[in-house]
């Protein structure tokens, strides 16, 4: 029953107030208006039985009884209090440890699996090395012109490109510095010619990434070749390969460890400036100790140099590549070597260090 039939005064009006006029005189009136005159008792705001008192149960108890008292005599049932279960309490959380990113123990396998054909290939027969690189050269091309043109829709042509890399390579290790350049050349002249088979929408910005791929994995890579043609070949592309590894080993050991301050944040964000030194520091002990047991007629404080400039050039590859990689949007160039990406991204900090190694090594021994 609603509040408003238990002595509002919308309810007086509704049993005869005087608003509404007197009630007709007789007995039976009489009896009937002393009844309903009669002053109405206060009593709780309880809810009668039925729908009623289930409703105001629940508005009032929520997940309480679900039920009320059935007369008004009868002492409204208190509600029972909710049992408050126990919380769960939450064990404090260990402090996270520094993770490398990729699988570690994939990473290594790989690395080691390379190292032993690579050196195995270095020592044994020099025309098989030769091949090792010719190889890495053209799945290199193959995996930055895909890229290319999956995110920006760069359509580099990779038949000329793979062809005159690899010729590249091998004109390098037969007529030095001399036939790279001319094979650079003529390699850029195939590009320009290849893609006139297609149409000419975005010719210039198509030839311009393919003589930008030329120069940037087969061209450099034939100072691998030039280094691997001296009398002491094997021993020299070796030291490259060592101070280039220590290098990155160095940077990494050292920047996780100690590394705080972000050394070009907006291009590499997990590169630091502390790991930068530890690059530098392992490099140059690794130069002099090459430099002085490994290159004849070397000496301690050349291989200080040598390192020095190694760790430089290897991180700006790697930076290099880091923006290329920004700018596509990718995390790697591929995904051919598990727990390291692709062929290019190991390439990243080799390719722009092989002309510095070749150069220093020129002017110290010759």
């Keep these: 029953m609603n509040d408003s039939s238990w002595g509002s005064p919308a309810g007086a009006g509704y049993w005869g107030s005087p608003e509404m006029g007197a009630a007709p005189a007789g007995p039976a009136h009489d009896v009937h208006e002393a009844q309903q005159t009669r002053p109405m008792p206060i009593v709780p705001d309880v809810p009668d039985a ?28 208190a509600a ?8 769960a309490v939450q064990p404090p959380t260990p402090p996270q440890k520094k993770r490398a990113g990729r699988d570690l123990r994939a990473a290594i396998g790989v690395g080691v699996g390379l190292g032993a054909v690579i050196v195995a290939s270095l020592f044994i027969v020099k025309p098989v090395f030769l091949g090792v690189i010719a ?12 890229r290319l043109e999956e995110r920006k829709g760069i359509r580099a042509p990779l038949v000329p490109l793979a062809v005159g890399g690899a010729a590249m390579v091998v004109a390098g290790f037969v007529r030095g510095a001399e036939g790279a350049w001319v094979a650079m050349a003529l ?91 530890g690059a530098i520091a392992f490099s140059m002990v690794a130069g002099a100790l090459c430099m002085q047991f490994l290159i004849e007629d070397g000496t301690w404080w050349q291989g200080l140099v040598l390192g020095f400039a190694v760790a430089v050039s290897a991180t ?15 995390k790697d160039m591929g995904t051919l070597l598990p727990g390291h990406g692709g062929i290019m991204d190991r390439l990243d900090s080799l390719l722009p260090t092989a002309p510095v190694v070749w150069l220093l090594l020129v002017i110290f021994v010759g």
Excluded: C, N
Excluded at 135 to 146: F, K, P, Q
């Design 50 to 77: 039925g729908r009623d008192a289930d409703d105001h149960d629940r508005r009032s108890q929520g997940a309480g009884s679900s039920h009320g008292p059935l007369f008004r005599d009868e002492a409204p049932v």
């Design 80 to 87: 029972r209090p909710l049992a408050e279960e126990p919380m």
């Design 135 to 146: 190889i890495a050269v053209v799945v290199g091309l193959w995996e930055l012109t895909s």
């Design 187 to 277: 390699t850029a002249l195939a590009v320009l010619v290849w893609r006139m088979t297609e149409p000419p929408e975005d010719y210039l910005r198509d030839v311009t990434a393919g003589v930008f791929a030329a120069f940037y994995v087969p061209f450099l890579a034939t100072f691998v070749a030039m280094m691997l043609d001296a009398p002491d070949g094997d021993w020299r592309v070796l030291t490259f390969l060592l101070l280039t590894i220590v290098s990155d080993t160095g940077a990494y050991a050292v920047g996780w460890r100690f590394g705080k301050h972000k050394l070009a944040p907006r291009i590499s964000p997990g590169k630091t400036r502390e790991g930068l030194l």
């Design 316 to 330: 700006l590859g790697d930076l290099g590549e880091s923006m290329i990689k920004r700018d596509l949007g990718i």
